[in-house]
Structure formats: C-alpha cells, structure tokens
C-alpha cells in the first residue's frame, strides 16, 4: 500500500527566509504533483514532476523530484505571506489513482 | 479550467438519510474521482472510475457508493449517512496526455448531524 508522508505538518516561518517541505512515498513512482490549498477553497495545481531529476520552479517555488530515493522537495525563497497556505504532494503510482500527502500548513509572518 | 461542477455546495443532513453529490464535466475525461478530507488526514481517495458504468474503490470506500452512467456524470451517495462521513468532498477528473494533471472541483461541505 502507497504511503505518502509530508514534514513538516506546520511551519511558521518569517517572511525572507527559506525552507523546504519533504514529501516521501513508498512506492515506486515517477509522477508527482504539488497543490496549494487556501482556507475554504479547492486545490490549486503548482507542479508536476514527471521523472527523475525533474526540477520546476515558478516565482519563490522550487519543487525537484528524486524517484531513487523516493523524495520530492518544495523549496520557498524568500518567503512572503502571500505564500501562506497549505501544501499538498501526491503521487501517481500508475494504477489511475493520486494518493496525497497529509499537507503542510505553512504561515509566514513579518 | 477543466469545467468540473460539484452540486451542492453545502448541504446539512441528518444521521440515516441517504444522500448524493454530484460532479458534472464538460470535457469528456474519462477518469473521475471522489475524494474527501479531513483536518489531519489530507485528501483520502473513496471512489473512482475510469469509464462509464467503470468504477472501483478507493482507501475510504466504506459507506459510500458511486455511479457513472454517463461520461460526464459521477455520483457519490451515502447510503446512510453517518457524523463520521462530515466531510469536505472533493471530485476530480484527470486530463489526458503523457502529461496529464488531476484537476479538481470546489468542493462539497458535508455535515451530518
């Protein structure tokens, strides 16, 4: 069975700074996706990471894909609090289905 | 915007009644998926189909039914609604290419009281 573990569960950062959330799974797999999520809305798609070695960045987010060591990182620069939310990872495993991660709740303050 | 439409909203029903949400799209995907989520838990997959009349179960399917007899149609029922079924319900569709994202609804606000 496909486990999908994120830390950290919450982070309180301070806007300019950097950090990462750690997404691993269990499985075997090659097809990963980052969401964001905002209070009392639906999922917003950030990346898909489709092999190994797969880097995407978009503004202060940088997500990268390892699939040996099955990790999957998002890295946040300089952080603003227009980043507050909660991150989501999941995983594809090929069996048509996407199976998430707990999500990390991220807030950023001055 | 993959015209994915999650009816209702928001519902408030009482312990024992059956209920149905739906989840219309307009593009034709074949792949569909009802998820729910929990404070703690992420989202959980409960059902999904791959085609019409085609669905199988997911991690949480206990309690729950689904049927698609139309593409653009997947219905997910309580058959009895439970409190432990107060949920927010997410259906999501998967596009198609070597590329392919999973997009989701807006979201259904469940409370069973």
């Known amino acids: 069975e496909l486990k999908v573990e994120q830390n950290p569960l919450f982070l309180s950062m301070q806007e300019g700074k950097n950090y990462t959330i750690y997404c691993n799974y269990s499985t075997t797999s090659d097809r990963l996706y980052w969401y964001r999520q905002d209070p009392g809305k639906s999922l917003e798609s950030l990346f898909v990471l489709l092999s190994n070695g797969a880097v995407k960045q978009e503004g202060r987010l940088m997500a990268s894909l390892d699939t040996k060591a099955r990790l999957s990182t998002l890295h946040i620069t300089a952080a603003v609090h227009d980043l507050s939310a909660t991150y989501f990872c999941?995983?594809?495993?090929?069996?048509?289905?996407?199976?998430f991660g707990t999500g990390t709740r991220l807030q950023v303050f001055p | 915007d993959a015209g994915i439409t999650q009816s209702p909203r928001h519902k408030v029903t009482e312990t024992g009644t059956p209920v149905t949400l739906r989840c219309h799209q307009t593009e034709n995907h074949r792949y569909m998926y009802w998820y729910r989520q929990d404070p703690g838990h992420g989202l959980r997959l409960i059902h999904y189909s791959y085609g019409v009349k085609d669905t199988d179960k997911g991690e949480v399917s206990d309690g729950y039914s689904v049927s698609r007899s139309k593409t653009e149609d997947f219905l997910l029922t309580l058959e009895s609604a439970t409190s432990s079924q107060t949920s927010v319900y997410f259906c999501?569709?998967?596009?198609?290419?070597?590329?392919?994202?999973?997009?989701f609804g807006s979201g259904t606000r469940l409370t069973v009281v």
């Open positions: 999941a995983v594809d495993i090929g069996t048509d289905k996407l199976i």
């Open positions: 999501a569709i998967r596009e198609t290419g070597l590329t392919y994202g999973y997009t």
